[in-house]
């Protein structure tokens, strides 16, 4: 009976050990994940301040456009942060080109739309044709043709005014629209034959032999396969070249010198050649200039991002 006592005892103490070891390494433990979720509270918390303070940065221009806008022009510098009498006067006056700044504000838009859509047009073109010669017609040393082309993204497109400016000077394109969209196809193709020929990698070359044991020429596997899988990239690039092209302004100030030949990025800076510049008709122009690449960014922003990162993770 008294063995049987002291083992009862000598198991009690052990167990008692145990758990005392138990809740000691316990302890850590609780004191570990308290922590861990301070520094993920913390973390998040920055996180939030700092997206809060981006937002901000990012608001307080268009925001600002906005107001100058909705504004008088006797009001513009009151410094109030809402306008004491909001207008959309200034619109009116931008949509009826009841400004003499604005006399041809619907033809440079005009300009504009034309220069946008033939840029992306030629891009996508020149593109896609390049990438299906490199990438499916088996071209000798075709690499060099891509690299070639990125390699002119080595010198500065400002560097490059001057002698583009010389150049359309002696072929008599000064003051012509296509000077600027032959500059823009210029800068924008490198990218869409790199993209392209990154994305093409992912198209099954069976594909291109199944339809030329069909009888399919390579006119007809370029147009009838390798256009439709290459949508997203497609839309892509092309969103890009429009947004490029649209968005220009050196070389649309080089290359354009009349009101007749100008796009509205060039006609805005009319605004500040006096000496009380209207800013509440210059912002509403600015704003509904703006409006095309905001719809179309935003319409095809699901393709764009399917197109870009297809071409880099397959590449």
């Known amino acids: 009976?008294?063995?049987?006592?002291?083992?009862?005892?000598?198991?009690?103490a052990t167990v008692a050990r145990?758990?005392?070891a138990g809740g000691a390494?316990?302890?850590?433990?609780?004191?570990?994940?308290?922590?861990?979720?301070?520094?993920?509270?913390?973390?998040?918390?920055?996180?939030?301040?700092?997206?809060?303070?981006?937002?901000?940065?990012?608001?307080?221009?268009?925001?600002?456009?906005?107001?100058i806008a909705l504004d008088s022009h006797d009001d513009v510098f009151s410094g109030a942060v809402w306008p004491e009498h909001p207008s959309l006067h200034s619109f009116f006056i931008?949509?009826?080109?009841?400004?003499?700044?604005?006399?041809?504000f619907w033809h440079q838009f005009g300009n504009s739309f034309y220069v946008g859509l033939t840029t992306m047009f030629l891009t996508l073109l020149i593109g896609s044709l390049a990438s299906f010669t490199?990438?499916?017609l088996h071209l000798r040393n075709g690499w060099m043709l891509t690299n070639a082309a990125l390699m002119t993204y080595v010198i500065p497109a400002s560097f490059l005014a001057i002698p583009f400016y010389r150049i359309m000077q002696i072929y008599g394109l000064t003051n012509n629209l296509w000077s600027v969209i032959a500059a823009l196809v210029t800068f924008a193709t490198p990218y869409a034959?790199?993209?392209f020929s990154?994305?093409?990698?992912s198209i099954p070359m069976e594909l291109d032999e199944s339809a030329r044991i069909d009888g399919a020429n390579p006119l007809q596997i370029y147009l009838r396969i390798y256009l439709p899988l290459m949508a997203p990239a497609l839309v892509a690039v092309g969103t890009y070249a429009l947004l490029l092209a649209w968005n220009e302004y050196l070389y649309n100030f080089l290359l354009l010198s009349t009101p007749q030949s100008m796009?509205?990025?060039?006609?805005?800076?009319?605004?500040?050649?006096?000496?009380?510049?209207?800013?509440?008709?210059?912002?509403?122009?600015?704003?509904?200039?703006?409006?095309?690449p905001i719809i179309l960014y935003y319409g095809f922003r699901r393709y764009m991002a399917a197109g870009l990162t297809m071409g880099g993770v397959k590449g």
Do not use: C
Request: proline share 4%.
């Open 134 to 136: 490199v990438g499916r």
């Open 1 to 12: 009976m008294t063995a049987s006592y002291g083992g009862t005892v000598g198991a009690s």
């Open 18 to 20: 145990e758990t005392s």
């Open 193 to 195: 034959i790199f993209i």
């Open 198 to 201: 990154q994305y093409g990698k």
């Open 25 to 67: 390494r316990a302890v850590p433990r609780r004191r570990s994940r308290q922590h861990y979720r301070l520094r993920r509270y913390g973390v998040e918390a920055i996180t939030v301040v700092l997206a809060v303070l981006i937002a901000i940065w990012s608001i307080a221009p268009i925001y600002n456009m906005w107001i």
């Open 94 to 104: 931008v949509v009826t080109q009841g400004f003499w700044y604005l006399a041809n």
């Open 263 to 292: 796009t509205v990025a060039v006609a805005l800076a009319q605004f500040l050649n006096s000496d009380e510049s209207p800013w509440n008709y210059m912002m509403a122009t600015a704003i509904i200039y703006a409006l095309p």
